[in-house]
């Protein structure tokens, strides 16, 4: 993990320049937040939301401005003195940020005090072992919290997104058997046009029956699990944006799942 926090690093110091992600955006009033996670947190009332794999914060400030009391947690340095940065800048004081990895337990003083655990877009494919992702975000959860993840669909990671064609191809390995994999990008998602020092980065998957499993083995209760035929980025060459923010396939539509979101509670409620 140490080659891909480098590699997080690398990219905070880049997306905080606000060239390619909405930093300016974000500091003036404007959210990132789209639709599929605003349907699902539903209307804020003061809740105690841990945002965790935060990056640099646009959208923890943006929940914040919804109302929520909200913490940022990332294992990068870099994208937290970001973060901090961003919500001093957007004037937003519901909000702040502390380094932890999304992996070890919540620390005493965030242990069981969270109403809300909220990870989104670009999450588990960074995980090594999804039961002890679980485990740790129960461990921020009061009982009878709230774990809402919204990601990218597994299926999709396995995806060759270099290649055009009018059927999906695989490049990608989709159960865990085989352990982790490999990419090389030389430059960010976001389109910046910096060259990366950090081009590889080692990537774990999780099959959705991993994760449906771990995270009832770690004590949360499935409520809702949904897949969506758009994905958060430019997952292929031919996906372009649409009005709500997605990129959307010509003709895959109904052929791919790109994302998921899951909403779990945890026991005790």
Same mark, same amino acid.
């Given at each position: ?21 909405? !930093?300016?955006?974000? #500091? ?10 605003? $349907? &699902?947190?539903? @209307?804020?009332? /003061? ?51 502390? !380094?932890?990895?999304? #992996? ?10 969270? $109403? &809300?655990?909220? @990870?989104?877009? /670009? ?147």
């Amino acid at each position: 993990m140490a080659q891909n926090l480098d590699y997080w690093d690398e990219l905070a110091a880049i997306h905080s320049r606000g060239d390619r992600y909405p !930093v300016k955006e974000v #500091i003036r009033g404007e959210t990132t937040l789209r639709t599929v996670e605003l $349907d &699902i947190l539903g @209307a804020a009332s /003061g809740q105690h939301l841990l945002h965790s794999h935060c990056h640099i914060g646009l959208d923890s400030v943006s929940l914040a401005r919804l109302g929520f009391q909200v913490i940022g947690i990332d294992y990068s340095a870099t994208a937290i003195k970001h973060a901090q940065n961003i919500a001093k800048a957007a004037s937003v004081a519901n909000c702040s940020f502390k !380094v932890s990895n999304s #992996i070890d337990p919540a620390v005493p003083a965030m242990l069981n005090a969270f $109403d &809300i655990y909220y @990870a989104s877009y /670009g999450v588990l494919v960074w995980v090594p072992d999804v039961d002890v992702w679980f485990k740790s975000a129960s461990s921020y959860l009061k009982p009878g919290g709230t774990l809402i993840l919204i990601d990218e669909h597994p299926f999709a990671a396995t995806l060759d997104g270099a290649v055009a064609s009018s059927l999906p191809p695989v490049s990608a390995p989709y159960w865990q058997d085989l352990g982790p994999y490999s990419t090389r990008n030389n430059k960010s998602y976001s389109g910046d046009h910096d060259l990366l020092t950090n081009d590889v980065q080692i990537k774990w998957p999780h099959s959705i029956g991993d994760i449906l499993n771990a995270a009832i083995d770690a004590g949360f209760r499935i409520v809702r699990f949904s897949e969506y035929p758009f994905s958060h980025y430019r997952s292929v060459p031919q996906m372009k944006i649409g009005k709500d923010s997605y990129y959307h396939h010509p003709y895959w539509v109904k052929s791919v799942p790109f994302l998921f979101a899951l909403e779990l509670v945890k026991a005790g409620s």
